[in-house]
C-alpha cells in the first residue's frame, strides 16, 4: 500500500475508533463499577481503575451477592427463566402446528384465514391491553405465569406463525404424499416428518422469541408489573432505578445480571439469532 | 403467613388454569373429538385461531369502542359515553401534543441516524481488516434489554456538582474540556430527549449494519472496479453506485425503525418516565391506564399509536407476504 492511500484511509480508521469506544465504553464502565465499592464509586471515576486493573484486591463480588438478595433479582432470574422458557415453547408449539395446518391441510378459507392471522402484526400489543387485563381479572389469570405466558405466546404469534408456515411450505410435496400412502394421521406426519425436518427454522424462531420475551418490559409491567413473586427482571430493575437512582454499585450489577444470559446466547448462537432478528423485526 | 401468602398468590393462577380448562373441555371433549375426526385442521389451527382471537381480535374492537366512552378503570359497566372527548385530548392537550413531537423528534433522528450509521459502517467495515471484530461489539447491544442499556446510559449521564469528581463519563469529558458539569436528563427539550434516543440508536445500529452489510457485500465487485476504471473517486461511486443499489434495502431497514420506535416505551419509562418534557405516546398511554385509571384516553392513545403504525406495517407486511415492497 503506497503512503498517500495510507494516509487517505487514516479518517476511516479514526471514525471506527470513534464509533467502537462509544459501542465498548458504556458497557465496560457498567462492568468495572459493578464489581467496585459504593465508597469508591462516588469518589473516582471507574477509568481510574484501568491502569491498575491486576490489583483485584480493589474489586468485590459484594454488590452481587447484595441485589440478589436483598433487592430480590435472584428471585426476579428465576422469574425471568419461569416466564421466557414456557412462554417460548408454547408459543413456538402453537404456531408450528398452526403452521402445518395452513401450508398442508385442505379446508375452506384457509388462503383467509392465513392471511388474517398474518395481518394482525399489524396491531400493536397497547391496543390490546385494556380489554385482555379486564378479562384476566376476572378469570383471575392476572399476576399469574399462565396468563403471561399466554399474551406472550399471542403477541408473539402472527409472527412465529408466519415463520414457521414459509418454512414448512417449502417441504418436498412428496414427503407428504408417501407418508400419506404409509397410512400415516395428520398428527403423525407433524410429529414424525415436519417437526424433524424443521430443527433450524425451529431454533431461530425459538431463540428470537425467548429473546424477546427476556427483554420485554412492557408485557411484564401489564400483566405481572404489580405480582413481584411473578415480575421477570426487566421489571426488578425498572424498580431499583426508581427505589435507589442513585445506588450505582447496585444498579450495574443488577444491570450486568440481565444482560448475562442474552449476551452468552448471543455470542454461542450467532447465527440463528442473526436469522431470527432479521425476520423477526417486524413484530407488533 | 408472608411466605405462605407469597405462594398462594403465585399458584392462585396456576390451580386455576387446569380448573377452567377442565371445565372447558368437558363440555367440549366429544365435540372436539367429532369434528377433529372429520376435519383435522381444526386441530392444528384452531389454538392459535383461539388465542389470536382472544388476544388481538377481540380487544382491538372493543378499545375502540373504549375509546369513545369516559374515565374509570372498567371496559364495560360504570362508564359514560363521552363522544370525541378523549380524541380531543389525543391531539389537542399540551402534554399530548409534547409526546406526538417527541415521538416524531424519535421517528426521525433515530431512523436517520440508525439507518444512515448502519449503512455508513456496513460499507467502511468491508475495507478494513477488523471487521469481523467491530461488528460483533457494535452488534451485541442488539441483545441486551432497553431496561439493561438505560441503566448504561443513565450511568454515562451521571451528573454530581462542579467541583465533585465525576463519574459519569459525559461530564468528566466535558470538564476535562474546561466545560461546566451538566444535569443531561434535565436539559429539555432537545439535550435530553436526543439523549434518550442516543440509548435505541446504541442499540439498534448494529441490526441495521448487519442487514446493510448483506446487501453491500451482495453488490458484484465488477460494478464498483469498472465505476473506479472510469475514473470515478471513492465517493463518486459510493454516491452514484454504491448507494443506488442499497436504496431498496435501506428503506426497508428504515420502515422497520420506524415502527420499532413509534412503539418506544422502554427508555423513556427507565430513564426519566416522561418528567422534563420526555413524554412519548406509549409511555403516556401506560400512566393513563395503570396512574391515573382513565381507560377511556388510554384507549383512544392506544387507537392513535395503531393509526399511525398502519402505514408503516402495510408495507412491511406485505412485503412479508410477497405482495409487492421493494424486494
Known amino acids: 500500500m503506497n503512503p498517500t492511500k495510507l494516509l487517505g484511509r487514516f479518517p476511516i480508521h479514526v471514525f471506527l475508533l470513534v464509533i467502537a469506544f462509544v459501542w465498548v465504553v458504556p458497557t465496560l ?49 428465576r422469574n425471568s427463566l419461569f416466564i421466557s422458557v414456557p412462554s417460548t415453547l408454547i408459543s413456538v408449539i402453537v404456531a408450528s402446528l398452526a403452521a402445518y395446518g395452513f401450508a398442508w391441510l385442505k379446508f375452506r378459507g384457509r388462503k ?14 397497547h391496543v390490546t ?25 399471542a403477541y408473539g404469534l402472527p409472527l412465529t406463525t408466519f415463520l414457521m408456515h414459509s418454512f414448512i411450505s417449502g417441504i418436498p ?112 | 403467613m408472608a411466605r405462605a401468602s407469597r405462594v398462594s398468590v403465585v399458584f392462585r393462577g396456576l390451580w386455576r388454569v387446569p380448573q377452567v380448562l377442565w371445565s372447558c373441555t368437558r363440555r367440549t371433549t366429544s365435540f372436539v373429538m367429532r369434528r377433529t375426526q372429520e376435519r383435522p385442521w381444526l386441530f392444528f389451527v384452531g389454538p392459535a385461531l383461539l388465542i389470536l382471537g382472544f388476544f388481538l381480535v377481540y380487544p382491538s374492537v372493543a378499545t375502540v369502542w373504549r375509546s369513545f366512552y369516559g374515565r374509570g378503570a372498567t371496559l364495560f359497566g360504570d362508564i359514560r359515553y363521552v363522544g370525541l372527548d378523549n380524541w380531543r385530548y389525543v391531539f389537542t392537550h399540551p402534554t399530548m401534543t409534547g409526546a406526538l413531537r ?15 450509521l448502519g449503512t455508513a459502517l456496513a460499507v467502511l ?26 441503566v448504561i446510559w443513565r450511568f454515562m449521564y451521571a451528573y454530581r456538582p462542579a467541583g ?119 409511555n403516556r398511554m401506560y400512566k393513563e391506564m395503570f396512574n391515573f385509571r382513565n381507560y377511556g384516553r388510554a384507549s383512544a392513545i392506544a387507537v392513535a399509536l395503531f393509526l399511525f403504525l398502519v402505514p408503516f406495517m402495510v408495507v412491511n407486511v406485505r412485503r412479508f407476504t410477497g405482495q409487492g415492497g421493494a424486494r
Not at chain 1, 412428496?174 to 424433524?196: C, H, K, N, Q, Y
Not at chain 2, 421517528?107 to 436517520?112: A, D, I, L, N, R
Not at chain 2, 467495515?125 to 442488539?142: G, H, N, Q, T
Open chain 1, 29 to 77: 464502565g457498567l462492568l468495572i463499577t459493578s464489581f467496585r465499592t459504593p465508597g469508591e464509586i462516588v469518589t473516582s471515576g471507574w477509568w481510574t481503575t484501568i491502569p491498575r486493573l491486576y490489583d483485584v484486591s480493589q474489586f468485590t463480588l459484594q454488590n452481587y451477592h447484595s441485589v440478589l438478595t436483598r433487592e430480590g433479582l435472584g428471585l426476579a432470574f
Open chain 1, 112 to 125: 383467509a384465514l392465513f392471511l388474517l392471522v398474518v395481518a394482525l402484526m399489524v396491531v400493536p400489543m
Open chain 1, 129 to 153: 391491553f385494556i380489554p385482555v387485563i379486564t378479562a384476566f381479572r376476572r378469570i383471575g389469570l392476572g399476576g399469574t405465569y399462565p396468563g403471561i405466558w399466554l399474551a406472550h405466546t
Open chain 1, 173 to 284: 410435496k412428496e414427503l407428504f404424499d408417501s407418508a400419506a400412502i404409509d397410512g400415516s394421521s395428520p398428527l403423525s406426519t407433524f410429529w414424525r416428518i415436519v417437526m424433524p425436518i424443521s430443527v433450524p427454522a425451529l431454533a431461530s424462531v425459538f431463540i428470537f422469541q425467548f429473546l424477546w420475551i427476556w427483554n420485554d418490559l412492557l408485557v411484564a409491567l401489564v400483566f405481572v408489573g404489580a405480582t413481584p413473586d411473578v415480575a421477570p427482571l426487566t421489571v426488578a430493575v425498572a424498580n431499583l432505578v426508581t427505589n435507589r437512582g442513585q445506588n450505582w454499585e447496585l444498579l450495574t450489577a443488577a444491570a450486568f445480571i440481565t444482560m448475562v444470559l442474552p449476551v452468552f446466547v448471543f455470542f454461542s448462537l450467532q447465527r440463528y439469532f442473526v436469522r431470527g432478528i432479521l425476520a423477526g423485526s417486524v413484530k407488533g
Open chain 2, 102 to 116: 417527541n415521538n416524531a423528534l424519535w421517528v426521525g433522528v433515530f431512523t436517520m441516524t440508525t439507518v444512515g
Open chain 2, 125 to 150: 467495515l468491508d475495507r478494513v481488516r477488523y471487521e469481523r471484530i467491530l461488528k460483533s461489539v457494535i452488534f451485541v447491544p442488539a441483545a441486551i434489554s432497553y431496561v439493561g442499556a438505560s
Open chain 2, 164 to 282: 465533585m469528581p465525576q463519574i459519569g463519563v459525559l461530564n468528566a469529558l466535558v470538564v476535562a474540556l474546561g466545560g461546566e458539569p451538566q444535569g443531561w436528563l434535565l436539559l429539555r427539550p432537545w439535550v435530553n430527549n436526543l439523549l434518550l434516543i442516543v440509548v435505541a440508536i446504541w442499540i439498534w445500529t448494529g441490526f441495521c449494519m448487519v442487514i446493510m452489510s448483506a446487501a453491500y457485500k451482495n453488490i458484484p465487485k465488477q460494478l464498483l472496479e469498472a465505476s473506479r476504471i472510469d475514473g470515478a473517486n471513492e465517493w463518486q461511486t459510493f454516491r452514484k453506485v454504491i448507494l443506488p443499489l442499497l436504496w431498496p434495502t435501506a428503506t426497508v431497514v428504515g420502515v422497520t425503525m420506524v415502527v420499532q420506535v413509534l412503539k418506544t416505551f422502554d427508555v423513556v419509562y427507565v430513564m426519566t418516565n416522561g418528567a422534563f418534557e420526555t413524554e412519548v405516546v406509549a
